[in-house]
Every structure is written in structure tokens, then in C-alpha cells.
């Protein structure tokens, strides 16, 4: 069954520091999601690809936040400096972005804890 | 601003007692519901899609239903094994070329006790 991988599961590092995220839709979707979990709370989105072009980047903090999906397949999501408040889990999703089936399936996702 | 909100936050069952979820929502225009469920450290599992009130979809112990401003998710007599956070999002028609976002609700833990 295709899935949505995501590396690494966990990371843990300090503040400060950069991290970096790496994520593999599922074959054949063109479309491509970064959303935030905090603790508690539902997904929200920071930044959605459509094929390598970004079609909405406007929760995404751009002054410590990159992302980036040069040949429109796997993306990179990148935090520097990360800080306190960047912990929470970065979820990665795709979907297909025509036709019926709308649906976004996401991957497993990666637990950042910044120290 | 599209808003989504889920009530309860948490429920407690008895295994074979059966409940409902609520997802409250406004959207400017809605192209679709969505129920997702997430266990602890994972990511979010879809389950189904309502695209217009009336709707409705089952699979297994659960069954979503939708009106014009909100969605329930029922869940007849649950088992152990559906303990979970249940999620709601919903999905504006928007322009261009691809589906837009999800907007999430916080969510409701459900645990179901043997």
C-alpha cells in the first residue's frame, strides 16, 4: 500500500541550532502539504506545494522557515534557528490535485524536540 | 476565516456503549469534510470525506453524517481498539490548480474501557 515517508521520527536538538525534515509523497500526487502539530491541538498548515511551485506560504515564518521541492517530488522543510516554541510534531501529506478524490493522506510524521 | 470546533475534548466509554462526536464548522464555501483518526505518535489516518448535507458514510463501528454547519461521527458499540483522537478538518473551494488545505478542529480523545 503506498504511504507517505518522513524522516527522521524523532529529533532532538537545542536552540539555535538548524534541522531539516525530509519527506516522500505518495507516487503520482502532485500535491504536497507541511502542517504543524503542537501537543493537544489539531494540524495546521505551514506550507503547501503544488508540482516544485508553492502555493500557499502564508503560515509559514519565513524568517526561520524554508521549504522546498526542486523536482516536484520529495521536500525538504528546514527551521534555523530553531526555538522553544518550534517543538511540536511536522507532519507531511499529499494529495492528488484534480478529479474526485481530494483526499490528503499523511505520512508518519517527525517529533522535534528543541532543547 | 474558516473555523473548526470538536466537542467534547475527551470521552470516556464503556466497551458496547455506543456515542457521538461533534464537529462544529464554518467555511466559506465548503468543499469537503473530513474525519481523521490519530493514535498517540503518529500521524493522522483518514477516514472519510462528506462533501454535501445529508451525506452520509459508514465503515465498521462508525458512521459520519453532515448537516450544513456541523458533522457528527457515531460510533456503535465501540471496542477497546477505537480508542483514539478523532479529528474534523474541513476543506474551503478556493482557486487555481489544487485542493487547498485542511482546517482542523483541536480534536476529541475518545477512550473506550474493556
Known amino acids: 500500500e503506498a504511504e507517505v515517508a518522513q524522516s527522521p521520527r524523532y529529533k532532538i536538538t537545542e536552540k539555535s541550532q538548524a534541522v531539516a525534515f525530509w519527506c516522500d509523497p505518495i507516487s503520482g500526487h502532485a500535491t504536497l502539504y507541511w502542517y504543524r502539530q503542537i501537543l493537544g491541538q489539531g494540524p495546521e498548515l505551514l506550507v503547501q506545494?503544488?508540482?516544485?511551485?508553492?502555493?500557499?506560504d502564508s503560515q509559514l515564518p519565513k524568517d526561520r522557515f524554508s521549504a522546498e521541492r526542486l523536482k516536484g517530488v520529495d521536500s525538504t522543510l528546514k527551521i534555523q534557528p530553531a526555538e522553544l516554541g518550534d517543538s511540536a510534531m511536522y507532519l507531511c501529506?499529499?494529495?492528488?490535485?484534480?478529479?474526485?478524490?481530494?483526499?490528503?493522506?499523511f505520512g508518519p510524521g517527525t517529533r522535534l524536540t528543541v532543547l | 476565516e474558516d473555523q473548526v470546533t470538536q466537542s467534547p475534548e475527551a470521552l470516556r466509554l464503556q466497551e458496547g456503549e455506543s456515542s457521538s462526536l461533534n464537529c462544529s464548522y464554518t467555511?466559506?464555501?465548503?468543499?469537503?469534510l473530513f474525519w481523521y483518526r490519530q493514535d498517540p505518535g503518529k500521524g493522522p489516518e483518514f477516514l472519510f470525506t462528506?462533501?454535501?448535507a445529508g451525506e452520509e458514510k459508514e465503515k465498521e463501528r462508525l458512521k459520519a453524517t453532515l448537516t450544513k454547519k456541523e458533522s457528527f461521527l457515531h460510533i456503535t458499540a465501540p471496542k477497546p481498539e477505537d480508542s483514539a483522537t478523532y479529528l474534523c478538518?474541513?476543506?474551503?473551494?478556493?482557486?487555481?490548480?489544487?485542493?487547498?488545505?485542511?482546517?482542523f478542529g483541536q480534536g476529541t480523545i475518545l477512550t473506550v474501557h474493556p
Open positions: 501529506a499529499s494529495s492528488l490535485s484534480r478529479g474526485p478524490s481530494n483526499e490528503q493522506f
Open positions: 506545494f503544488q508540482d516544485e511551485s508553492v502555493v500557499d
Open positions: 462528506l462533501y454535501s
Open positions: 467555511v466559506s464555501g465548503l468543499r469537503g
Open positions: 478538518a474541513v476543506q474551503a473551494r478556493a482557486g487555481g490548480t489544487s485542493y487547498g488545505k485542511l482546517t
